[in-house]
């Protein structure tokens, strides 16, 4: 029996080798591959970091310009602004010296007027019946030219007419004397 645990033993140490050996040799393959995926991920952590690092500087270039723009932008909107601010400057004191200088008129315009009247009252004349008769005047003047322009637009309104219905006139004497030529 001795024997038999001997040889028992031997095949359980035999067995517990190839099993140590088999172990030793898959932790060996498996050291290998994880040696692999090391240096694989080694790689492609590089192209990444680099994809990254391109992929940053794209970023921060488009930043850039869309900054660059808005600003650009900003700046046409404040030129713009300060343009029309200047336009209205302007406006303002153009519509500003026009309004002076007719206030101007119209005070020296009542100063004559003033004047004119005082002049007439000394001569013993009554102002309303003057500036009434100068009215009357003015209006009668108005008129007449109006009445000369409608006049006058009559005339050739006419004239039109006349030419029009003379030349109706020739075409029609034209067609009589081909159509008597023609029966001939």
Not at 61 to 71: D, F, G, L, P
Not at 93 to 122: F, G, P, S
Not at 138 to 154: F, P, T, W
């Amino acid at each position: 029996m001795a024997q038999y645990e001997i040889k028992r033993a031997k095949r359980w140490e035999l067995q517990q080798r190839e099993a140590i050996e088999a172990r030793a040799s898959q932790v060996q393959e498996l050291h290998s591959l994880a040696q692999d995926k090391l240096q694989s991920a080694k790689t492609l952590h590089k192209e990444a970091v680099s994809r990254i690092k391109e992929s940053n500087q794209e970023t921060l270039n488009v930043t850039r310009k869309v900054r660059e723009m808005k600003e650009k932008d900003l700046q046409d909107r404040i030129d713009a602004v300060l343009e029309l601010k200047a336009n209205q400057d302007a406006v303002h004191d153009k519509v500003a010296t026009q309004a002076a200088k007719y206030q101007r008129k119209v005070a020296e315009a009542k100063a004559r007027l003033d004047n004119e009247k005082e002049a007439m009252v000394a001569q013993g004349i009554n102002p309303y019946e003057e500036f009434r008769s100068r009215e009357f005047e003015l209006e009668a003047r108005r008129r007449e030219k109006r009445m000369q322009r409608r006049v006058e637009d009559n005339k050739a309104a006419l004239a039109n007419k006349l030419l029009a219905e003379e030349s109706v006139a020739r075409r029609e004497n034209i067609k009589i004397k081909k159509n008597k030529v023609r029966m001939t």
